[in-house]
């Protein structure tokens, strides 16, 4: 039997992002998936799936901050491994 896992990465990163490591991150949640035995069905660039409400929260942040604070929507794994026996 198949078992899935889906991941999806999401972030505020400060200083407009310039510090943000968008390989790294991957790399992060990649190792640590494939150790527990999982391998990528599916890898996506994409926006988070919110609501309106969410996103214009968002917004008002960012537009105080000055940008200084930035949501990173980041990226999103499907990951299936073979179930472990019981």
Known sequence: M???YYYEYHKWSMF???FLKQREEV???LDR????GYKVVQFEWNTSKLSIF???L???ATFL??????YWAGFSIVFEREALPE
């Open 2 to 4: 198949t078992e899935n």
């Open 16 to 18: 407009w992002g310039i």
């Open 27 to 29: 790399q992060h949640a």
């Open 33 to 36: 998936y494939n150790d527990k």
């Open 54 to 56: 969410r996103w214009i």
């Open 58 to 60: 968002i917004l008002i």
């Open 65 to 70: 901050s000055l940008g200084f604070f930035s």
